[in-house]
Nanobody, 123 residues
């Protein structure tokens, strides 16, 4: 089984910063992509940022220039550095990973979610 363990959420004032971490553990052959999604109360879950195995990144327009996603491949960990936080960034942030598992002769792609971490930005 694979686990995604998130950390780094909390309460911060507007204009402040937070850094989220998500570590993947378990039997993993390769990580295709890891990213962050968020869900605010009464809203649908939305993509925040994603980083693929070839290091390409994609960000939601609302966070471009403020958030940075990075990855430590050796640790199977993805980070989200969030600067200039706004009250509208308040949400539960979820880590997502697209993985290859099994063996190289019999591989399969699986997708996993973390448990979520609360980010609250006060005005």
């Amino acid at each position: 089984q694979v686990q995604l363990v998130e950390s780094g959420g909390g309460l911060v004032q507007a204009g402040g910063s937070l850094r989220l971490s998500c570590a993947a553990s378990g039997s993993i052959l390769q990580i295709n992509a890891m990213g962050w999604y968020r869900q605010a109360p009464g809203k649908q879950r939305e993509l925040v940022a994603i980083r693929t195995s070839d290091s390409s990144t994609n960000y939601a327009d609302s966070v471009k220039g403020r958030f940075t996603i990075s990855r430590d491949n050796a640790k199977n960990t993805v980070y989200l550095q969030m600067n200039s936080l706004k009250p509208e960034d308040t949400a539960v942030y979820y880590c997502n990973a697209d993985l290859i598992r099994g063996t190289w002769y019999s591989k399969r792609v699986e997708n996993y979610w973390g448990q979520g971490t609360q980010v609250t930005v006060s005005s």
